[in-house]
């Protein structure tokens, strides 16, 4: 389980009001912030879009379900998806282990990106 | 108003993730839930239960008063033995479930959910207005209860009793047994009961000796393989074991028989003149025992890797809404979702193929008998 705090996430990612997290480069990847990974509990299953899907910015993606609970993944951005993480979606324990390395969800070509938080804006609305 | 446990600093101390149950601030799981999981099923689980709510019934009436309070025939019980009961309303709707212990000739401890320890408090002390033979005092605040359950119980609890013949008494508990015992220098009561479907015991003491037997049953389990559980674990478990959760498969709509339970009320209790005794809810209950059932309480295998949750429609093959979901979750022991639910008698055979509505989509489901899991004894 990864366990940084609010105030040591990565710097040079992006992050939404809905937890997740956006990595700059063509394509982008996406996936999950450790507070959001912690919040759920043990992740069991993944539900992503396929490749060479639409996606639009803020809109509900996918699904991430835990024993306890199901949350929605949102896109942070507008754009076609270009990679899905297969290894998650079979072990969806890695996005637990590893949720900014091994347990990424998506990568987009990216068209219009929706509203972004630097880490310290994140910081500052997970802590709040 | 949000209580805490008496062992609030331990779970804090050990990183845990707390969640609001019952008024209460409890652990949801200390760190990964599956991992607690499996640790009952295969070693041991440490669980804070300081939430349930403790109510002593004392009195030459005591067995009397709970014998017409409830559905369940408790001076009928050993000293020394435990029942699961329930306490009903005069329609028959589950109040609450309940263990009933009998600790003395008149003495005896009900164990409340937290969620209910007001609402069994309130209906008890109703149900013996008038009697002077019989006194409720509730001891909820004052009690701590902490539970060691899964394979390594046995070696645990016993190794934190000093004096043998009092270790001796612990190791030959049978399952719903309780006997007193100086654990780690303190006063508890060592109770052979569990709800994960493991052995285990549930130990209760005072609130202010709680961290003592907390550490110390954290510190001797740990060789063997024990770890601190949370909720989260506790509810996994006890879906795999099948067993009833208060708000989930009972509540006021529903009667013993409606969760399968109906052997729990006993309409062979007689008063001491061996007419028929007047429980609160008997007619109700008896004219449902004979009648048959608008829904049944069943197992759902789940053939997808979608779990069904609280709440959402069972459906027939062709989409006919037949029942509702009242638990559902991944099976860490089984690997695959599992749910309770509640569906019509005509689909409730074990092999029915039917659907959940899992948000829109309909996941493949078989019903099956209960529990899902049960221990190798």
């Known amino acids: 389980m990864a366990d940084l705090p609010p105030s040591q996430l990565p710097t040079e990612l992006q992050y939404t009001i809905e937890h997740e997290w956006l990595a700059a480069g063509t394509p982008s990847t996406i996936g999950i912030t450790s507070v959001a ?13 396929a490749v060479g899907e639409t996606v639009t910015a803020g809109t509900v993606v996918g699904e991430i379900e835990s ?23 079979d072990d969806p324990a890695l996005v637990n282990a590893d949720p900014y390395g091994a347990g990424w969800l998506l990568k987009i070509d990216v068209s219009e990106t929706g509203p972004l938080l630097t880490a310290e804006e994140y910081a500052a609305h997970t802590s709040g | 108003m949000t209580r805490t446990s008496p062992l609030h600093d331990e779970h804090v101390a050990l990183g845990a993730a ?14 990964s839930d599956v991992a607690e999981h499996t640790a009952v099923r295969s070693a041991a689980g440490l669980f804070d239960l300081s939430h349930m709510g403790e109510l002593e019934v004392t009195g030459p009436g ?12 408790l001076s ?29 000739e008149e003495r005896y401890l009900v164990v409340a959910n937290a969620s209910n320890v007001e609402v069994v408090r ?39 009793v000093a004096d043998q013949d009092q270790a001796a008494a612990v190791r030959a508990l049978r399952y719903y047994a309780s006997v007193p015992a100086t654990v780690v220098g303190v006063d508890a009561l060592v109770a052979r009961t569990g709800y994960t479907g493991e ?20 510190q001797a389990g740990q060789p063997l393989g024990l770890v601190p559980a949370g909720l989260s674990a506790r509810d996994s478990l006890r879906l795999e074991a099948g067993m009833p959760l208060y708000g989930n498969e009972l509540d006021t ?26 429980f609160v809810g008997r007619a109700a209950l008896e004219a449902r025992a004979h009648a048959v059932p608008a829904r049944t309480l069943v197992g759902l295998v789940g053939l997808g890797r979608r779990a069904a949750r609280h709440g959402y429609d069972v459906v027939t093959p062709g989409g006919a809404v037949v029942g509702t979901v009242t638990s559902g979750a991944p099976s860490p022991t089984l690997g695959h979702p599992v749910a309770m639910a509640y569906v019509t008698p005509e689909v409730s055979a074990p092999g029915t193929e039917l659907a959940v509505d899992v948000r829109g989509r309909h996941e493949p489901v078989r019903v099956s008998t209960l529990p899902f899991y049960r221990r190798e004894r």
């Open chain 2, 18 to 31: 707390l969640t609001d149950f019952a008024g209460w601030q409890m652990p949801l799981r200390y760190g």
């Open chain 1, 37 to 49: 990974a912690e919040a759920l509990g043990d992740i069991v299953y993944l539900e992503l879009p």
């Open chain 2, 253 to 278: 709509t529903t009667t013993p028989h409606d969760a399968g339970l109906g052997r729990v009320v006993k309409l062979d209790k007689v008063d001491d003149e061996g007419a028929p005794l007047p």
């Open chain 2, 199 to 218: 052995d285990g015991f549930e130990l209760f003491v005072a609130a202010a000796d709680a961290p003592a037997v907390w550490r110390a049953a954290a």
């Open chain 2, 76 to 104: 009928g019980l050993a000293t020394g033995r435990a029942r699961y009961t329930m306490i009903c309303q005069e329609d028959g709707g589950v109040l609450d479930d309940l263990v009933v212990y009998r600790l003395a």
């Open chain 2, 62 to 73: 005591a067995g009397d008063a709970l014998d017409r309070a409830l559905v369940g025939n």
């Open chain 1, 67 to 89: 024993t306890k609970s199901v949350s929605e993944l949102f896109s942070p951005v507008t754009g076609t998806v270009a990679e899905v993480n297969t290894a998650a979606v």
């Open chain 2, 122 to 160: 309130t209906a008890l002390t109703e149900r013996f207005a008038g009697r002077t033979d019989v006194r409720l005092d509730d001891r909820s605040l004052a009690t701590a209860l902490v539970a060691v359950q899964g394979p390594a119980a046995e070696a645990i609890v016993v190794g934190l």
